[in-house]
Nanobody
Framework: QLVESGGGFVQPGESLKLSCAAS????????IGWFRQAPGKEREGVSC?????????WYADSVKSRFTISRDRAKNTVYLQMNNLESEDTGVYYC??????????????????WGQGTQVTVSA
């Protein structure tokens, strides 16, 4: 099970830190992705951290230099630090795990286990 938290309502330029806590499996064994879905739009990949064996990290071009993904093994949690938020970052953010590989995965359909999502709203 994956549980996201940390969403909220912020103004442009502000920051949020999302958390994705896992139970029932060890997060650092598998790639963990962050996705978002804005109203009327398809779910899109934001960032992914590969298993600790691989160590790869990926960011969508739209969030590079603003977002940082990280993992705390002791807490079995993956984080998404989001800085300098823009209105285009608004949406429901989901974390997900895929068990078919250990490398970065950016495709939504490859993911097997999804959290319930947390709302992020960026507005002046």
């Amino acid at each position: 099970q994956l549980v996201e938290s940390g969403g909220g309502f912020v103004q442009p330029g502000e920051s949020l830190k999302l958390s994705c806590a896992a139970s029932g499996f060890t997060l650092d064994h598998w790639p963990i992705g962050w996705f978002r879905q804005a109203p009327g739009k398809e779910r899109e990949g934001v960032s992914c951290i590969a298993s600790s064996v691989d160590g790869g990290i990926w960011y969508a071009d739209s969030v590079k230099s603003r977002f940082t993904i990280s993992r705390d093994r002791a807490k079995n949690t993956v984080y998404l630090q989001m800085n300098n938020l823009e209105s285009e970052d608004t949406g429901v953010y989901y974390c997900a795990a895929t068990y078919g590989t250990i490398v970065v995965v950016t495709t939504v359909d490859w993911y097997d286990n999804w959290g319930q999502g947390t709302q992020v709203t960026v507005s002046a």
